[in-house]
């Protein structure tokens, strides 16, 4: 779940392409359609981090919008494209497995765990919005010695990129 939301994130906010599902035919190797595609991240991975909590916490519809990498562009459940996802009309997320059209993927959370993941991302961009890390990062920077702050990670930038961090 939530490596189709970060995906989704960066297709719809960093310009990640979408994946055609239909090219993938079981086999291992790479579908011909993406041998030679690149993409580039335009952001330093800390402001993307940032912008991932702020886009769920605060301008994602939860309950109404669906997570499609399939499309990769922000759309309604009550969408054409989304007619055979079931339970698209429930107040619960919506994310849709790009191979199965019909199966959403909230159906492996329990409403309560959506909740609290809900309120997870927004306290981390609230956190990072007041220059602190978010409660689940703390512990991971503590046990790496890691002392940088998002504040920290802001300064070291070119003062252009600066600007681009601030842009929520």
């Known amino acids: 779940v939530l490596t189709l939301m970060v995906i989704y994130f960066l297709q719809v906010k960093l310009d990640l392409p979408a994946l055609p599902t239909a090219a993938f035919a079981g ?7 993406f041998l030679g595609a690149t993409w580039k991240c335009a952001v330093p991975r800390a402001v993307a981090l940032s912008r991932f909590f702020h886009f769920f916490a605060t301008e994602f519809q939860w309950g109404r919008e669906v997570i499609s990498v399939r499309i990769g562009r922000r759309m309604l459940a009550c969408d054409a494209n989304f007619c055979k996802l079931r339970g698209r009309f429930s107040p619960r997320i919506h994310i849709e497995d790009p191979f199965l059209l019909a199966r959403n993927l909230h159906c492996v959370t329990r409403p309560v765990h959506e909740g609290e993941l809900h309120k ?4 981390a961009a609230w956190a990072l919005q007041r220059g602190q890390l978010p409660p689940g990062l703390q512990a991971r920077a503590s046990i790496t010695g890691c002392t940088n702050t998002p504040v920290d990670v802001l300064h070291a930038l070119p003062q252009d990129r600066r600007d681009v961090a601030s842009d929520f």
């Open 27 to 33: 086999s291992i190797d790479a579908p011909r359609v």
């Open 120 to 123: 997870s991302l927004q306290e």
